[in-house]
């Protein structure tokens, strides 16, 4: 069964700082997601990963993979007020279009 | 920009009755999902389709649960009978790169 983990689910930065979501996953998979969801609101897309070293930036996010050891990092550079959400990681779960199994999510709250 | 929608917004139901759910996916994805959400929790996957078949469900996904394209455009999902743990948080997608959620469908069973 693939399990997904992510750490820390609850983060309270100040802005300006920079921290690091980390992404566990158990077995092999050809694509991570990260997503935003804001309270009461839908999932966004914010990047797919899908080889081993991939990286890819937007903003002050940017996110990588590493196949080999299973895990995928969110890094926040200079946090701002806007960037607080809750974040989940989501890997596929099988087949090239597969089903997503997702992390429990961090709750990202970013202070003045 | 195409996005996947989604009726109704919110619904309200008593235990035991029946409700349906609707999605319209993005018009040229092949592949779309059911997702639950209860407050405060993990989205958990249901259930996928393909060439007017599931193509997977979760354990979740039990007989009380059906899916459904009736149309062209139009993507379903059923609950025969509800029950309090039924309340959450719906969520449609559609994939082509990468997986579009709709804006959800908050279902409160009383």
């Known amino acids: 069964e693939l399990k997904v983990e992510q750490n820390p689910l609850f983060l309270s930065m100040q802005e300006g700082k920079n921290y690091t979501i980390y992404c566990n996953y158990s077995?092999?998979?050809?694509?991570l997601y990260w997503y935003r969801q804001d309270p009461g609101k839908s999932l966004e897309s914010l990047f797919v990963?899908?080889?081993?070293?991939a990286v890819k930036q937007e903003g002050r996010l940017m996110a990588s993979l590493d196949t080999k050891a299973r895990l995928s990092t969110l890094h926040i550079t200079a946090a701002v007020h806007d960037l607080s959400a809750t974040y989940f990681c989501a890997v596929d779960y099988g087949g090239s279009q597969g089903n997503l199994i997702f992390g429990k999510g961090t709750k990202l709250s970013v202070k003045p | 920009e195409p996005e996947v929608t989604q009726t109704p917004s919110h619904q309200v139901t008593q235990m035991g009755q029946e409700v349906i759910l609707r999605c319209v996916p993005i018009s040229n994805h092949l592949y779309f999902y059911w997702y639950r959400q209860i407050l405060g929790q993990k989205v958990e996957f249901l259930v996928s389709?393909?060439?007017?078949?599931?193509?997977?469900k979760s354990e979740i996904f039990d007989d009380q649960f059906s899916v459904e394209r009736p149309d062209g455009s139009n993507f379903t999902l059923k609950i025969r009978s509800t029950k309090l743990e039924d309340s959450a948080m719906y969520f449609c997608a559609s994939t082509a790169d990468t997986q579009y959620f709709g804006p959800g469908t908050r279902l409160t069973v009383l």
């Open positions: 389709f393909y060439n007017n078949e599931i193509s997977e």
């Open positions: 077995t092999t998979s050809d694509r």
């Open positions: 990963l899908l080889s081993n070293g």
